[in-house]
């Protein structure tokens, strides 16, 4: 019958050149304490909480279109990402204020921003003028600086209908120091700066880049079409 060999704890000796076990007999083998499956998966999750927090504050958030003041770029139901970091690093809220800057929206730029004249609501509009711009309409036609601009976003549902007051003939004004002045693509039906004034830069969320969901609850499906379109 076999003896069975003893087990060797290699963390309690070490072995000499001529092959003599030297112990130690002052140091005992310190077992490290397993993490428990449960505590495991508590610290992953808070992880991945931490991460998510981060990335929305500071990299990109989602957002989703409930009106039509951007047809037809932005469509009802369409789901889009908003770049947060590409023009500067911004606190989230409740301070909500920009801390360093590195850029400014451009003429052209699709911006989510906070409403000037409800700051719990986020807007979205296209850029049309920026600081020392002069902006004016003349029968629905946008000039900035005393040139037409060249608007090829911009749709008119009445055609070429006017009605008395600042949507289809406005300014001309100049926008201020660190101000924008903004407009929906859907110019008969959109609440835009024609109204309400000018966007503050420290007020602009970020710049929307892509429809990443789009849902039409009148067909009750999705427009599979525009699933990662890049939004222009």
Known sequence: ??????????????????????????????????????????????????????IRSFVVQAFKIPSGSMLPTL???????????????????PIET???????????????FIYP???????IKRVVAVAGDSVEIRHKAVYVNGAKADDPHATFKYGDQEIPGPRDNFGPVTVPDHKLFVMGDNRDESHDGRFWGFVDLDDV??????????WDSDASWVRWNRLGDIIH
């Open 205 to 214: 969320k970020g710049k929307a880049f892509l429809i990443y969901w789009s």
């Open 98 to 112: 920009t801390v360093w800057e590195w850029g400014h929206p451009n003429r052209g730029d699709v911006i989510v």
């Open 1 to 54: 019958m076999r003896n069975k060999l003893p087990s060797i704890d290699e963390s309690t000796v070490s072995v000499d050149q001529r092959g003599q076990e030297l112990k130690h007999p002052s140091r005992k083998a310190q077992v490290k304490p397993q993490k428990s499956v449960a505590r495991e998966y508590a610290e992953a999750l808070l992880v991945a909480l931490l991460l998510a927090f981060v």
């Open 117 to 123: 004249r409800d700051r719990s609501k986020d807007f």
């Open 75 to 93: 469509q009802i139901g369409d789901h889009i990402l908003v770049s947060k970091f590409l023009y500067g690093l911004r606190l989230p809220y």
